[in-house]
């Protein structure tokens, strides 16, 4: 019941939101100071603001730590909206962490390019907020609300460079796209909510297991709620940034500002993923009828379309951000092979690689965003001999692109590996096919990218710094990376432990 | 027996060796260059007493395992072994990329630690594939080799070099996706990734539909790298552009990594499916003779020298494929007689062989071609005439190592080409015949075009009469292979014996079924 005991679980969420708070005092109270130094304009107090983020964050993630665990298959339920489980708990340490990199990796470009810092963090500790919800989400009016709150922070983030025309039309795109695609899934959702009455997940997936009759007496086909399940996955769709709902993401990456694409590449996608494997274990389990059709073909088709859509589109990107989002959505549709076999090794297979996806994109976006701040420059050409300029940055973003595509030795393959053999469990030959062949593809355009940093030289060009707090994500992201790579038994096992809860029902 | 881990030692020393290039300043070359060869150095130490080892504890079993948990929750074992089949391939690896960071210490002069970091790293790759006993495992340590090999050609190499080098990375990749395809089909059927035990198992033995298709994917991939007619247009241009150590662990070694894995995996796995595809419809046979004939007649047409021995190592991995395919046309002709496991064997020895040999020929055939680029900077057949006047011991070497490509017996690849022979006229005699027009053009372009071409005729004095003769260090880099070369041509029982002892066991399996 609605007992105040388990609003203890919300802890790592109130962090964020006092975090936000606090800063937003403080926001009406510090002297706004920009100061002109040699590397360029300075807002002096984006390192306060900056400072209170990452307590904020941090206390976040130890209290996320050492939150009493429910046990494997245990799940308490919070305000009758959340379910606090094994997988919440996963879910929501890599949600903090990516966080925290983020708030660090945004640190000098904060200081440099953005002229309401102490707005931003709020916003960006706010927008962590949304993601905690989503992903923990076990109510479809929550899932709702959670899932437009943490678009409407992406709107505004996405808006932030209010002096460049580029980002204000990507918030502009983002916000009527994101409006629309809710709106839809509002939709599905209210008509579930007509059939069974209920906006639990659990209570409405009893009702499905009886069946629907309509007051004459015949019984409802599970074939005809298809609609239903096409608006919800529609939503889904929009929010982890697969086709055919992902035409807003290339403009948002490009247009916002770096620290924001990389949060934008990460958060959203691990949320919306957590809330959709949610959705699909509890609602529309494998084994009903409904959760049959779910998957296969509906989920199943957004992960090839997703494949494609990026991987084929990824080939004639020139602008850096856009061609990470667009790797983003043909990243997403690979893990959604995770989803449409929903057999244990599949989702944590789905969870393996979100972590290495994490820790690849923290890689690739701590470069991104020190080329931006440091110089302002987004086309893969300029990346021009980034080995001579930055040889540790250069370094990581090489690793980064090959756990991306997959190689061996990086987390990527072994997430790539673990959801072909859950593909191939399932029987899912296509979908193996697929995810092979388009990890092919891939090459192509991060091939780009690595031969324009590595292989090309251009020794007229100045060394690029790496501010200090870049390097934390740097050395993180490495080691992530190749530690999943090699050695990835202890994620394997948390993985494995937080998917347990969701075949308990 | 041994206490410690000799094979993940030698293993990881490279890659230890990366590491440690990795710690040094960009600017303190004079220090990447010792500490690279030194690691190098240590490696092919521990190869080649990986080497004797096995020699002494038996060839026909895999000696050395280990065996760790690597990822228990997928049947993944971290399990590695040699056996008399790779671990002649272990010693030669070792050797020749002793050789080649030798040589590049003294050529390669941009971007020195890099340059090092990458070769090393491609060692482990290429040792790690002759060591896994786990399939996916032997993918990883495939693909590790790929990413430095492509940095090498991309980075180092000659003018179209990135053209080559994305599709040598492209190519060689697709065909790896389908071999990891085909992998984990493997795995779906037989519930292990260990390729002892998987080829016990006989996958799909009972369904042709599944075990053609699992068979095509894998010999793809491992035919891709060999490389096999029609799979080879990536090879040209590779090892035409690649600097010239990264061009002889390319022939030497990396060619080697695809036939290894048809001997070890493909056939093994899918012997009926070899049988079928060799004899019943010649696909594999047509295609390992238009390597052969073709190959070499399409190096008869090269007046580009480093593009002549590119394609003459096309035609060279054509007599690998015909001695796989030999032993396994024996399959259906064996009946379970015991004492036709023998001659059924001798044409994987042969393959193997060759392999060997090959590896050795060409790999001191690029030193050559590098060495004469780095004196003349062309590679035009035409340019040169006479050169034998000016550089006697380079003619010599040349010589050896021609007469060693082209078989003569004496020197080491005259074996092999007995052994494919031997195997391939008694069970695939058509292919037989017609292979031996590939022997006569092979030495039609070796004694036309590269032994006439340059060193014979007229010395143009004004442009050649300057040239250098071998240095000290490029002595030191050929002499150890001359010596192979003449040492196993005349005793190779040393190396057949070991292959032999190998596939003989290899054979035993599906042959005697």
């Known amino acids: 019941m609605v007992g105040l005991e388990t609003v203890g679980y919300l802890i790592p969420s109130l962090c964020l939101l006092v975090g936000a708070l606090v800063i937003m005092v403080l926001d009406l109270v510090v002297k706004h100071e920009v100061v002109v130094t040699p590397a360029g304009r300075e807002a002096r107090e984006a390192t306060i603001f900056w400072m209170v983020a990452v307590v904020a964050v941090v206390a976040a993630g130890l209290t996320s730590l050492v939150l009493p665990s429910p046990g494997p298959t245990g799940s308490v339920h919070i305000l009758a909206s959340l379910t606090y489980d094994g997988f919440t708990a996963f879910v929501w340490r890599l949600i903090l962490l990516a966080l925290a990199m983020v708030v660090l990796l945004g640190e000098s470009y904060l200081r440099h390019r953005i002229s309401q810092p102490g707005l931003y963090y709020a916003c960006l500790l706010l927008f962590g907020l949304g993601a905690l919800l989503l992903a923990s989400a076990s109510n479809t009016v929550m899932l709702l609300l959670a899932l437009d709150f943490l678009s409407l922070l992406g709107y505004i983030l996405t808006g932030f460079l209010h002096y460049d025309q580029r980002s204000a039309e990507a918030a502009v795109k983002y916000l009527v796209y994101g409006s629309a695609i809710s709106a839809m899934m509002a939709y599905g959702l209210s008509w579930l909510y007509g059939l069974t009455g209920t906006t639990d997940y659990a209570v409405t997936a009893e009702m499905m297991a009886g069946r629907f009759t309509w007051t004459a007496g015949q019984v409802i086909a599970p074939r005809t709620l298809t609609p239903i399940l096409v608006f919800l996955l529609a939503g889904f769709s929009f929010k982890i940034g697969s086709a055919p709902f992902h035409q807003w993401l290339p403009d948002a990456f490009e247009g916002a500002p770096a620290p924001v694409a990389s949060a934008l590449a990460i958060v959203p996608k691990v949320a919306g993923f957590a809330a959709l494997v949610r959705v699909t274990m509890v609602v529309l389990p494998p084994g009903t009828s409904l959760g049959e059709i779910w998957r296969w073909p509906l989920v199943a088709f957004l992960a090839v379309a997703a494949m494609l859509a990026g991987n084929l589109t990824g080939l004639w990107q020139d602008n850096i951000k856009r061609l990470m989002a667009y790797s983003g959505i043909a990243q997403v549709g690979y893990a959604l092979v995770g989803v449409a076999t929903a057999t244990e090794r599949g989702l944590s297979g789905l969870l393996l690689y979100l972590t290495a996806y994490t820790f690849a994109e923290l890689g690739v976006f701590a470069a991104i965003t020190v080329m931006s701040d440091k110089l302002d420059l987004e086309d893969v050409q300029d990346y021009r001999g980034l080995y001579h300029r930055a040889p540790m940055l250069a370094t990581v973003l090489l690793i980064g692109v090959l756990s991306l595509f997959g190689m061996p030795g990086t987390g990527g393959f072994m997430g790539k590996l673990w959801l072909l053999l859950g593909a191939l469990e399932d029987g899912r030959w296509l979908l193996l096919v697929m995810m092979t062949i388009n990890g092919v593809v891939s090459l192509s355009y991060y091939w780009k990218v690595i031969r324009t940093t590595f292989v090309h030289t251009d020794h007229r060009l100045a060394p690029v710094s790496v501010p200090a707090a870049s390097w934390l994500v740097l050395a993180a992201s490495a080691v992530g990376i190749i530690g999943i790579g090699i050695y990835p038994n202890l994620v394997l096992q948390w993985a494995e432990n937080a998917v347990q809860v969701l075949f308990a029902f | ?513």
Not at chain 2, 126 to 147: K, P
Not at chain 2, 297 to 319: E, F, I, N, P, T
Request: with cysteine; hydrophobic share 55%; net charge neutral.
């Open chain 2, 1 to 513: 027996m041994l206490a410690y881990p000799i094979l993940s030692i030698a293993l990881f020393t490279p890659l230890l060796g990366a590491l440690v290039i990795g710690l040094i300043p960009r600017e303190w070359v004079k220090v990447i260059r010792p500490v690279g060869v030194l690691f190098a150095l240590v490696a092919a130490v521990a190869t080649g007493f990986i080497y004797v080892q096995t020699a002494v504890l038996g060839s026909a079993d895999m000696q050395l395992m280990e065996s760790f948990d690597w990822i228990p929750a997928l049947d993944l074992y971290y399990t590695l072994g040699v056996d008399g089949l790779s671990a002649p391939m272990v010693a030669l690896a070792g050797l020749l990329t002793l050789l080649a960071l030798w040589y590049s210490s003294f050529t390669v002069k941009e971007r020195v630690k890099e340059y090092f970091i990458l070769f090393l790293m491609l060692e482990t790759g290429m040792l790690g594939v002759f060591m896994s006993l786990d399939m996916i495992l032997f993918y990883v340590f495939w693909e590790v080799g790929l990413v430095p090999m492509f940095l090498l050609i991309g980075v180092w190499g000659g003018q179209r070099r990135e053209y080559a080098a994305i599709k040598f990375f492209i190519y060689t990749l697709a065909g790896s996706v389908f071999g990891l395809l085909g992998i984990l089909a493997i795995y779906h059927e037989t519930g292990t990734f260990n390729i002892m035990e998987a080829a016990a198992a006989m996958p799909f033995a009972n369904d042709p539909r599944w075990a053609t298709i699992v068979f095509w994917a894998l010999f793809c991939a491992f035919a891709i790298k060999i490389p096999v007619f029609p799979f080879h247009t990536w090879l040209p241009d590779a090892h035409t552009e690649a600097p010239t150590s990264g061009s002889v662990i390319l022939a030497g070694i990396l060619l080697k990594l695809g036939s290894y894995g048809m001997i070890r995996i493909a056939l093994p796995m899918f012997p009926e499916r070899f049988y079928h595809f060799s004899v019943t419809v010649p696909i594999i046979t047509v295609m390992a003779l238009m390597s052969l004939v073709y190959g070499a007649l399409v190096c008869m047409a090269q007046w580009d020298l480093k593009r002549l021995v590119a394609y003459s190592s096309v035609a060279h991995m054509g007599y690998v494929t015909l001695g796989i395919v030999a032993t396994a046309a024996t399959l259906g002709l064996a009946g379970g007689e015991e004492s036709f496991v023998d001659a059924a064997a001798a044409g994987l020895t042969g393959a193997a062989m060759q392999q060997f040999s090959h590896g050795v020929v060409t790999g001191m055939m690029f030193f050559l071609v590098g060495m004469i680029y780095d004196r003349t900077h062309t590679r035009d057949l035409k340019a040169y005439g006479g050169l034998a006047k000016v550089m006697p011991r380079y003619y010599g070497i040349m010589l050896v190592t021609a007469f060693a490509s082209l078989g003569l017996p004496g020197l080491i690849g005259f074996w092999s080409e007995l052994f494919v022979f031997r195997a391939a006229i008694r069970t695939v005699p058509v292919a037989a015949f017609i292979s031996v027009t590939g022997m006569i053009f092979t030495a039609g372009y070796v004694l036309w075009k590269i032994v006439q071409y340059l060193f014979l005729g007229t010395l143009d004095e004004a442009k050649w009469g300057e040239l250098q003769d071998l240095r000290w260090w490029e002595e030191v880099t050929l002499w150890p292979l001359v010596i192979l070369t003449v040492a196993f041509g005349v005793y190779p029982a040393p190396v057949v014996d070991a292959f032999n002892a190998a596939v003989t066991r290899l054979v035993q399996v599906f042959v005697l079924k």
